[in-house]
């Protein structure tokens, strides 16, 4: 089933554009893993930012651990490429996810789910930076997604 742009919440949407702004303001030339990260964490109160929050992920700690990862760019203010590689993927992953949990939507907890099954880059490094068990922070995700009621 192809899923479109369309079927992502507002919360999704938003968090896109967050991650945009981490990347121009870091002057990253592409939005990756790390920046969806912090896009999700800065989004106000939707399941994806309460428990990166509850798990103690802070946007000051975590933009910082990614600079300390990736350094800032130095790319001309506003000229986005793009998403890296690892970040298509989990767009990719966030996709699968919600058509497996039969979701009509795909929301931040998609986003979320995709960064940590991709597993691997910016974004699991900088959680990993600020202290956050990535197996275990999955393991809660999912067992927040399968106690909601039924498809959303």
Do not use: C, W, Y
Not at 17 to 23: C, D, H, I, K, T
Not at 26 to 51: C, F, P, Q
Not at 66 to 95: C, F, P, Q
Request: glycine content about 10%; proline content about 2%; aromatic content about 4%.
């Amino acid at each position: 089933m192809a899923r479109t742009f369309d079927e992502f919440t507002e919360s999704a949407k938003h968090v896109l554009v967050l991650a945009q702004r981490e990347a121009q303001r870091l002057e990253h030339a592409r939005v990756g893993t790390g920046h969806l990260i912090l896009g999700l964490t800065n989004e106000s109160d939707d399941l994806a930012a309460r428990l990166l929050r509850d798990s103690g992920a802070q946007l000051p700690a975590l933009r910082t651990a990614l600079i300390d990862r990736l350094g800032l760019g130095s790319t001309t203010a506003g000229a986005i490429h793009g998403l890296t590689t690892r970040a298509k993927a989990v767009m990719s992953m966030a996709v699968e996810e919600s058509e497996r949990r039969k979701d009509r939507f795909i929301g931040t907890e998609h986003l979320l789910f995709g960064v940590l099954r991709e597993g691997q880059g910016a974004g699991i490094d900088i959680l990993a930076a600020v202290g956050i068990d990535v197996a275990r922070f999955r393991k809660r995700l999912s067992q927040e997604l399968n106690n909601r009621p039924g498809p959303a």
